[in-house]
């Protein structure tokens, strides 16, 4: 089997998030195009060396065309408000991801969303999410180029759990 190495650039989150401007992840390329991707080969990138991180799984969200990324939330840590110039389709697929709408973060409001939940987010639907007390990681797939424009949510509530 013939095994090639690809690299993609992509864009960020928002607010904690909006501070990652991801980038190259690596992808085994088989014979015949196929790809296969182990969770060990994520590759999870954040600017600041800690903190929510992407990992760019295919495609690249600032060009035309499917995309596909992994976020990564550590505990206690969320986005701000948001939205995306796109529909997004997010999976849990590890921890609770806690997720809300509209442009107020409150903890005591955010929905839990359990391993194997699904969530749309509409284009322009502005919304927020992240980790309680454990590491979540979301898979959203969508079209590009998208973008993500944050939305002033005044003052920071203090009722999110604290990033352990």
Not at 12 to 31: C, H, K, N, R
Not at 61 to 80: E, L, T
Not at 106 to 135: C, I, N, Q, R
């Amino acid at each position: 089997m013939n095994v090639l190495l690809k690299t993609s650039l992509g864009a960020g989150l928002v607010g904690v998030a909006a501070l990652l401007p991801f980038a190259l992840p690596v992808i085994a390329e088989t014979d015949g195009g196929f790809f296969r991707l182990t969770p060990e080969q994520v590759a999870f990138k954040s600017p600041l060396g800690a903190g929510p991180s992407q990992a760019i799984i295919y495609g690249d969200p600032s060009k035309p065309g499917v995309y596909v990324v992994r976020n990564r939330f550590p505990p206690g840590a969320h986005s701000r408000p948001h939205f995306h110039s796109q529909d997004r389709h997010a999976t849990v697929i590890k921890g609770v991801w806690y997720t809300g709408v509209g442009p107020n973060l409150d903890f005591s409001s955010a929905v839990p969303l359990k391993e194997g939940s699904y969530m749309l987010h509409p284009a322009t639907g502005v919304h927020w999410d992240g980790a309680g007390d454990e590491e979540v990681i979301v898979q959203i797939v969508g079209v590009g180029p998208v973008t993500t424009t944050p939305v002033d949510a005044g003052e920071r509530p203090d009722n999110w759990p604290k990033p352990k």
